[in-house]
């Protein structure tokens, strides 16, 4: 799944946004985290696909929570400014408890995530196959310092000051 996140980056490079949005899907459907995290910069930005926040919201989740530090980043400023492009998700026509992405699910995959919305949080139902163990982990569509703070934490915890500087700067 690198080397189809690297065609991804290429044709992204010259402006080819459909093309891109094709192998980042391919990229997430094989659980790359950039993967993931592209298809949430296409998504949010609008860019090959029409805008939609949420979506791209789940796929910066999906991305932070398989250890993508731009992911965790990114999150951490939309929960942390007023601002931010998660103060414009709208919370209306939304199937509560429906599953809207699923990722992973062949047999092939060691880990399986499904999305839903439960009233104003995204929820990844995460199924790791070997060792079993399942997860989930919550995501709120509203601005919240402290889930902010938890995520500039996490990223101090990894060890990556010096990206987080040269994040911030951009």
Known sequence: ?????????????KGDYENALKYFDMAAREM????????????????????????A????????????????????????????????????????????HNYGNDRKKNVAIKAFVKKEKIILNINQRKPHAIKNV??????????????FRTLSLLGTASNISSMALK
């Not at 985290?33 to 949420?54: E, Q």
């Not at 951490?76 to 809207?100: H, M, P």
Request: include cysteine.
């Open 32 to 55: 790359s985290a950039d993967g993931h995290f592209n298809m949430g910069t296409l998504c949010r930005d609008g860019k090959g696909v029409k805008k939609n926040l949420r979506k």
């Open 57 to 100: 919201l789940m796929h910066f989740a999906i991305a932070a929570t398989l250890g993508q530090p731009r992911a965790i980043w990114t999150l951490g400023k939309a929960y942390f400014f007023r601002q931010s492009w998660l103060s414009k998700i709208i919370l209306t026509n939304f199937d509560e408890d429906k599953v809207f």
């Open 1 to 13: 799944s690198p080397a189809l996140n690297g065609i991804g980056v290429q044709h992204m490079k």
């Open 138 to 151: 919550t995501f709120v569509m509203r601005r919240n310092v402290s889930v902010a703070l938890k995520y």
